[in-house]
Each structure stands twice: as C-alpha cells, then as structure tokens.
C-alpha cells in the first residue's frame, strides 16, 4: 500500500518559517515526482512546488518564488518543503502528492497518482 504523510505544519507568526515534510512509503521513491500542493479556504487547490527524484529537478510556482525550498533525501523516502518568510495568504492545508516520471515543467497538471492527507499551516498577522 503506498503511503504519503505529510507533517510539520502548524502555526506561526508570519515572517516566520517552516518545513514540512512528505514521508513515502510503499513507491520506488525514485521513479516520482513528487508534488507540494496547497489549499485555502474557499480557494483553488495549487501548486507549490515539485522534485523529480530520479534527477533532483526542481520547480518552484510564483506564488512562493524566494521564500521556500524543496528537497529530496531518497535514502529516507522523504521530501522536505522548507518555508521562509511566511505571509498569511500562505496560510492553507498543504499536500503532497506523487506521480510517477513527471516532467517538473507541469507537475502540477498531471493527475496524481497518490495523495497525502494534508498538514494545516496558519500563518498569522
């Protein structure tokens, strides 16, 4: 059974930081890419950003453009979003997701193949 557990969310004054982390279980860690997406109260879902695993290729969506970092530790099958300088509007449910051999180019437009259940981040004024 494959498995994404999202974690490290919480709240936080803004100009503040934080990483999550997406823990996979149950995938060849190397064949995905995996995706960080996100979600507010009464808005669209969105991408964040991605890492192709099998090549350590990154994209990072404007939205969060400076402030934020992925990474990728295939040894732990786990993939970090480390979050800087956080402002209020990033405050939304933040996913992971995992789709096998997606270009990074359009990692938030392909259909997942596995989902996280999400982590609550709330950045505060």
């Known amino acids: 059974e494959v498995q994404l557990v999202e974690s490290g969310g919480g709240l936080v004054q803004a100009g503040g930081s934080l990483r999550l982390s997406c823990a996979a279980s149950g995938l060849t860690f190397d064949y995905y890419t995996i995706v960080w997406f996100r979600q507010a109260p009464g808005k669209e879902r969105e991408g964040v950003s991605c890492i192709r695993n099998s090549d350590g290729s990154t994209k990072y969506y404007d939205s969060v453009k400076g402030r934020v970092t992925i990474s990728s530790d295939n040894a732990r099958n786990t993939v970090y979003l480390q979050m800087n300088s956080l402002k209020p509007e990033d405050t939304a449910v933040y996913y992971c997701?995992?789709?096998?051999?997606?270009?990074?180019?359009?990692?938030?437009?392909?259909?997942?193949?596995?989902w996280g259940k999400g982590t609550l981040v709330t950045v505060s004024s």
């Open positions: 997701a995992a789709r096998r051999a997606a270009e990074t180019k359009y990692c938030s437009s392909y259909i997942m193949d596995y």
